[in-house]
């Protein structure tokens, strides 16, 4: 089993800045693959940046150049640095693994951006 706990996410100003956070627990053997998704009302899940093999990573166009994932391997934590936000940002942020073939999510954070 898996636990995603994520953090951080709030109300924040157009071009303002947010630092998730998501810790990572259980049968947790790697941190490579974990990411972040959101999801609107009605719209799909969409990914937003992610850990692929080794260090590389891969984001959504949309947020390339003002998003940035990192991690804390000693502390089993995936962290997403948010700046720029803007207006479209606002959803719920989730984190996201696979271990052995089975997905887990965090319960998602709430991430709002105003004018």
């Known amino acids: 089993q898996v636990q995603l706990v994520e953090s951080g996410g709030g109300l924040v100003q157009a071009g303002g800045s947010l630092r998730l956070s998501c810790a990572a627990s259980?049968?947790?053997?790697?941190?490579?693959?974990m990411g972040w998704y959101r999801q609107v009302p009605g719209k799909v899940r969409e990914l937003v940046a992610r850990?692929?093999?080794?260090?590389?990573?891969e984001y959504a166009d949309s947020v390339k150049g003002r998003f940035t994932i990192s991690r804390d391997n000693a502390k089993n934590t995936v962290n997403l640095q948010m700046n720029s936000l803007k207006l479209e940002d606002t959803a719920v942020y989730f984190c996201?693994?696979?271990?052995?073939?089975?997905?887990?999510w965090g319960q998602g954070t709430q991430v709002t951006v105003s004018s």
């Open positions: 996201n693994t696979k271990v052995f073939g089975v997905v887990y």
């Open positions: 259980g049968s947790i053997f790697s941190l490579n693959g």
């Open positions: 850990f692929t093999y080794g260090s590389n990573t």
